[in-house]
């Protein structure tokens, strides 16, 4: 596989048809708060182990909202999602996610709008790849997500980065700078292609 710039490496996965069978934005429930729930319940652990314990969850109280989550006991909830392991330190970091969000925000919409990178980046447990797939998947925001699979592909390819930012607006640049080309098939919609995009690596680099 060659490819110089993160167009073409788009341009090679796009003919893959990797996401045949994958919501529009590749992430589930793309825009809710289950996205949030899911960005960290996915450190450390496979997205398999993540998808068993948000079904368990809304099998026993429905959809995802912040408010339940804040209500619920800590040691409830660290059994509902046992599966992705970590699940007590999890489960502590979920409700404090949530209170500190109802605390600055005021509901899960006003999150989505104003959340910045800086105060998802000081919250307890939050790194660059959990904030970026909040803002990506949960907020709608135009950022590509740079996880284990995307610094994997990159590094066979013989590129190298200093740090997690560099290589995520390496991936961004290409795309922006051929944005022109790829416009219709993202129907005018950067993040529709980040999204897509990060979804196609994975998917390319699980296989």
Request: hydrophobic share 40%.
């Amino acid at each position: 596989m060659e490819f110089s710039n993160s167009y073409e490496l788009l341009m090679f996965l796009r003919e893959k048809n990797l996401l045949k069978n994958s919501p529009k934005y590749w992430w589930p429930n793309y825009g809710s708060f289950e996205v949030v729930v899911g960005a960290i319940l996915t450190q450390n652990t496979k997205w398999e182990n993540v998808e068993s314990a948000l079904k368990k969850w809304r099998m026993e109280n429905g959809k995802w909202r912040i408010e339940d989550l804040l209500k619920i006991d800590e040691f409830y909830l660290a059994e509902l999602i046992k599966p992705v392991g970590f699940y007590n330190q999890k489960s502590k970091r979920l409700k404090l996610l949530a209170k500190n969000i109802l605390d600055d925000f005021g509901n899960f919409e006003t999150f989505r709008e104003n959340v910045s990178r800086e105060w998802l980046l000081a919250q307890k447990g939050v790194g660059f790849e959990t904030a970026d797939s909040i803002l990506c998947y949960a907020c709608g925001r135009e950022i590509m997500v740079v996880d284990a699979y995307t610094k994997r592909l990159i590094k066979k390819a013989r590129y190298e980065f200093e740090s997690y930012d560099e290589l995520r607006e390496w991936c961004e640049r290409g795309i922006e700078e051929n944005w022109h080309k790829l416009a219709e098939f993202y129907e005018n919609d950067l993040n529709l292609c980040f999204a897509r995009f990060h979804g196609k690596i994975v998917e390319y680099m699980k296989k």
